[in-house]
């Protein structure tokens, strides 16, 4: 009996091992059930959501995006000290990130943000030039200067035109995200916006472009965060982003992938 229930002991141990070993072959060890937190700013949600599906499905990891404008994710991290990686939609909410002590220094450019004048179809307002937007009466939707980077770069744009004050006149919305920028102009809230290429494709507005010599071109950066507990697999996602592959996903929508000679001033 003693011999019977060895033998059975020993097959049961020998299965168990064959088990182990076949649902160990092929499996990356170390990445596999992990979580990475991902803080990216709201223009960029539709090629970040993509590229995190297909990071997922290639390294058996679930990415979670956080969106928002820079300006409030940066608060976020501040107070949280959670997360692995931070992309905004331009250099300098990155840079402020760095001098806050939350993020790499190290950071690798993405794509373009090329700003953009969207009016409504048909241009009834007749708006031809940045300047055109400080005339009388027209209703201007800007991004939030602190918050967003269209923000900011209308501040650069609108200074290179000499048209701060009289802007500042027309302006009826400054959204805390583009997108409330653009739901202004899909409303008809607004006259005219300054919007991305990306966010103002297809055929809902008329589009003014900005000589590159007049306007403030925003670059995408991504780098990981200083509190990241999984900084490798944070940075192989960065280096993701950033591959041939990566890239590709953002020129889906609508994004100039870095570097472009077209926006080299």
Not at 150 to 161: E, L, P, Q, S, T
């Given at each position: 009996m003693k011999r019977v229930s060895g033998l059975i002991l020993l097959t049961l141990a020998v299965l168990a091992a064959v088990i182990c070993a076949a649902g160990c072959i092929g499996t990356p060890a170390g990445d596999e059930n992990k979580t990475l937190l991902i803080y990216a700013g709201a223009g960029l949600k539709g090629p970040m959501a993509e590229i995190g599906t297909v990071f997922g499905e290639k390294n058996s990891v679930t990415v979670d995006l956080t969106y928002g404008g820079?300006?409030?994710?940066?608060?976020?991290?501040?107070?949280?000290?959670?997360?692995?990686?931070?992309?905004?939609?331009?250099?300098?909410?990155?840079?402020?990130?760095?001098?806050?002590?939350?993020?790499?220094?190290?950071?690798?450019?993405?794509?373009?943000?090329?700003?953009?004048?969207?009016?409504?179809?048909?241009?009834?307002?007749?708006?031809?030039?940045?300047?055109?937007?400080?005339?009388?009466?027209?209703?201007?939707?800007?991004?939030?200067?602190?918050?967003?980077?269209?923000?900011?770069?209308?501040?650069?744009?609108?200074?290179?035109?000499?048209?701060?004050?009289?802007?500042?006149?027309?302006?009826?919305?400054?959204?805390?995200?583009?997108?409330?920028?653009?739901?202004?102009?899909?409303?008809?809230?607004?006259?005219?916006?300054?919007?991305?290429?990306?966010?103002?494709?297809?055929?809902?507005?008329?589009?003014?472009?900005?000589?590159?010599?007049?306007?403030?071109?925003?670059i995408a950066p991504i780098g990981i965060t200083t509190f990241t507990t999984q900084p490798e697999l944070a940075q192989k996602f960065a280096d993701f982003v950033v591959s041939a592959e990566g890239k590709a996903i953002f020129e889906k929508y609508g994004f100039p992938a870095y570097p472009n000679e077209k926006y080299t001033s």
């Amino acid at each position: 009996m003693k011999r019977v229930s060895g033998l059975i002991l020993l097959t049961l141990a020998v299965l168990a091992a064959v088990i182990c070993a076949a649902g160990c072959i092929g499996t990356p060890a170390g990445d596999e059930n992990k979580t990475l937190l991902i803080y990216a700013g709201a223009g960029l949600k539709g090629p970040m959501a993509e590229i995190g599906t297909v990071f997922g499905e290639k390294n058996s990891v679930t990415v979670d995006l956080t969106y928002g404008g820079s300006g409030v994710l940066i608060s976020q991290m501040e107070t949280s000290h959670l997360g692995d990686a931070f992309i905004p939609g331009g250099q300098p909410d990155y840079q402020n990130a760095v001098k806050k002590g939350l993020v790499s220094n190290n950071s690798q450019l993405v794509a373009y943000h090329v700003p953009i004048i969207a009016v409504q179809k048909g241009n009834p307002l007749g708006i031809q030039t940045v300047a055109n937007l400080a005339k009388p009466g027209v209703r201007l939707a800007l991004g939030d200067i602190n918050a967003t980077a269209i923000g900011k770069a209308g501040v650069k744009i609108f200074d290179n035109y000499g048209v701060t004050a009289e802007i500042e006149k027309n302006v009826v919305l400054r959204g805390a995200t583009i997108n409330e920028v653009v739901t202004a102009m899909s409303t008809g809230n607004a006259d005219a916006a300054l919007l991305t290429m990306d966010n103002a494709k297809g055929d809902r507005f008329d589009l003014i472009e900005i000589p590159v010599t007049d306007n403030s071109i925003l670059i995408a950066p991504i780098g990981i965060t200083t509190f990241t507990t999984q900084p490798e697999l944070a940075q192989k996602f960065a280096d993701f982003v950033v591959s041939a592959e990566g890239k590709a996903i953002f020129e889906k929508y609508g994004f100039p992938a870095y570097p472009n000679e077209k926006y080299t001033s």
